[in-house]
């Protein structure tokens, strides 16, 4: 049963033989709902907000008839009201009436052919409101919702009307129609969550003023989501390169620092253009290319301007793709684990062990996890994509120990951190696998620091707490700084690989400096991206101890963790040996 079309009812009736002798009556043309107090049908009502008519006995146990179809006006104001009463109580039927409460009575003993007739006459005079109340609406969209509230420019309806009747109108002559530039308006860092409303509002007035200054010409400007604008120029497309000029351009009048609230942020924009063929026939379908693209330019390492064209929707088939395949791929058990050891070399002893998620998918092969964690993020799916690996990662751990791995570390992202049932599952997972608290480490991004620092700190002292070590993971690249490292309860440092390929620019200056920072707050720090001898030597030189990286492993399954870890003790005491023998010679 389609549910739309069929009316919803909500009875209510303290005694149950009643509701039973109704409910016959009224199927299958409703969708009924009975309830035996007036407490359970508000319940209800909170549960169904589409129930169209209610109807109910005026004496009840409690709550009356007359004081739920009252309390009912707050969650069902739209819903139409029978009252059902006996002879006696006809003066208070009559008076709910007059007052508006409900829109007829009935009395009881009730005919089934009376009761439906009174169903049918409440229901009419619902739909006629809701009919009168979308005219309005249509009204309102043409008319007034044309104009965005905040920033006076055209609204998204606006911009789908202008692009849907210049289509309309070309395609007649099979004239070229335009092109549109869709800006994307990135703060760094993120607003907090308790940044003004009214603050931001007006920073989106002035970069659609500024934006306004330097569209001048074009057929509309229009918002089209919160941080989102789009410029619509009706003349025919130019070449490639004046489109890419012309996007950037408009980039650059939004692009600044600006002060909103107490809170200093800068604007990164990233501009999807598409230029309208002739033949195209649906705004909407416009509008998806220009996101498309903006999506692209989001991406690009240079300048953040992008063309859609047929490469950049099959590369867009191609993540949806992925994403259905990725969903699946959590769910069946699809993914796998790869490890990567980060080891001591003072005392050459493994430390930790990093778990690391790797994917090879039925068609395309191995997908890096730079590639599908994103687009994790995007479709939604990495909460269960995390809830899986700790999962993993803890039932493998105690293989770890046993191979002498003291501890296994793994990434959580912000998004599964900040989940309501995160703190549930890390102790599940536990639990589950028997694994000691200690020997487990949740490394967060620096991404955290753009986040609401009070509610981060709880969460991450609730894993403290359970025993847990914390790390900061790839510091040093975003939005971290020394000074916020003793405002988190973490344990551990994690300096990001940019520092050591770039320690001969500046990255040796940077890594002394995090490291002294860090042991002095009695945090321990590991320099990741280690690849080559001189790389190690270069980290030692800084002060350096734990070290991760490919000059010591690569990520591996665990069978062949095992494998080079026997490798590596043989290794150590080889090492071991050689030192006694110089020392005692």
Known sequence: MDDQNYPRILCVDDD????????????????????????????????YPDIAVIVSDLRMPGMDGSKFLAASRALAPDARRILLTGCDDMSAAIAAVNDGQICRFLTKPCAPRTFLAGIEFALSEYRSEMANRSAIRQFTARHVLGEDRV???????????????????RNLGREAVGTVYLLHIHFVPPFAENVDSAAVDEWIRAIAEQLTRKALGANCIARWDKNVFAVFDDLPASAPEALYRRGQDLADSATSSWEIGSVYVTTEISVGIVAIAAGMIEPQVVMRHAELAEQEARGNSGAKVALYTAETGAKAEYQRDVIRSLRKAIT??????????IVDINTHTVHSVEALARWSHPRYGKIPPTVFIPLAEAAGLIISLGAWVLRQACSDARALLDLGFPRIALNVSIMQLLDTGFLYSLYIALEDSGLPPAALEIEVTESVFAQDLDRVRSILLDIRKLGVCVAIDDFGTGYSSLSYLNQLPVNLVKIDGAFIRDFERGGEAILGATIDVAHKLHLETIVEGVET?????QARSVGAILIQGYHFARPMPLAALAEWHAGFARESSEQSTQAVAMRAS
Not at 22 to 38: N, R
Not at 332 to 341: I, M, R
């Open 151 to 169: 920033t006076g420019l055209a609204s998204r309806e606006r911009l789908l009307e202008t692009l849907g009747s210049l289509i309309d109108e």
């Open 533 to 537: 001898p001189t790389m190690l030597a």
């Open 16 to 47: 149950r033989d009643i509701l039973d002798a109704i409910a016959p009556h009224l199927h299958p043309s409703y969708l009924v709902e009975l309830a035996t107090s007036g407490a359970e049908g508000l319940r209800l009502l909170r549960q």
């Open 332 to 341: 069946d058990g699809e993914l796998e684990l790869h490890y990567q050891p």
